[in-house]
């Protein structure tokens, strides 16, 4: 335990937390089940009165996968467009549950939608952040061809964030899908490196390659367990993290 977890004192001061679509889908698996919302907006202020700046990257696979539809003879422009459109549908509802929660919030998007969100402009949600709101980035980069992988990558890097931490369903980093293969093994450290190299799926290698660059961390953990994002941010051993050294 490190001094920082004993003190229970925030080892971030700053984060990015990537949510995919699928993550608020929970157990229906498509849509939005609002339990999951009102789970993650309670977690969120948790970490927020640790004094922590959270800011939120959304996907929308719960409602449109743009390449899966780009794999069904969509063009993929078109189809990345609509999958942006549905992360501004999740955005507002993760703001809602927020707001519920007590939080201020913003979302910033990346499509200029002026009735509903403000448009991202980097100063501006740094700004947001210091002033204790919780910001959310919608539509992605605001490109086709780019996931919200690498749109979380893109805002961390640009809002100075210390981590970005991915929640997902499984409880870190595995050698193989745990679901499909017995001898999967649990990687707790690891580098940006091999993450490409062994092709562990952690982000798509625009966003692991964004992230090596500027030498942001990564940290892969398992929503489900409720108080992992505190956990985390206090500095426990929670999930798995990529780096530049694995030591």
């Known amino acids: 335990m490190t001094a920082a977890t004993a003190a229970g004192r925030p080892v971030y001061r700053r984060i990015v937390l990537k949510l995919s679509g699928e993550a608020l889908a929970g157990s229906q698996g498509y849509g939005i089940d609002p339990p999951v919302l009102d789970r993650v907006g309670a977690e969120v202020r948790d970490v927020t009165e ?40 999740n955005a507002l509802a993760l703001q809602d549950s927020l707001e519920k ?5 913003r979302v910033l998007s990346a499509i200029e939608m002026r009735a509903v969100a403000e448009p991202y402009i980097r100063r501006r949600a740094i700004r947001h952040l210091e002033k204790g709101r919780v910001v959310i980035f919608a539509a992605g980069t ?8 690498t749109a979380g990558a893109l805002r961390a890097v640009e809002i100075g ?31 940006y490196i091999e993450v490409l190299n ?21 940290v892969v953990f398992d929503l489900t367990r409720p108080g992992n994002i505190k956990r985390l941010v206090l500095g426990e051993p929670v999930g798995s993290i990529v780096s530049s050294s694995a030591g």
């Open 50 to 89: 640790l004094g922590v700046q959270v800011a939120i990257v959304i996907g929308g696979g719960n409602i449109f996968r743009g390449i899966a539809a780009s794999a069904g003879g969509m063009d993929r422009a078109t189809a990345d467009y609509m999958g942006m459109l549905a992360t501004i549908i």
């Open 101 to 105: 929660a007590g939080l201020q919030t």
């Open 142 to 149: 605001g490109n086709p061809f780019f996931t919200t992988d």
């Open 161 to 191: 964030a210390d981590v970005i931490v991915k929640a997902t369903k499984v409880d870190g980093i595995y050698s193989a899908d745990p679901k499909k293969d017995p001898m999967a093994r649990r990687i707790e450290k690891v580098t």
């Open 198 to 218: 062994r092709g562990l799926g952690v982000m798509d290698t625009t966003a692991i390659s964004l992230c090596m660059d500027n030498k942001l961390p990564i």
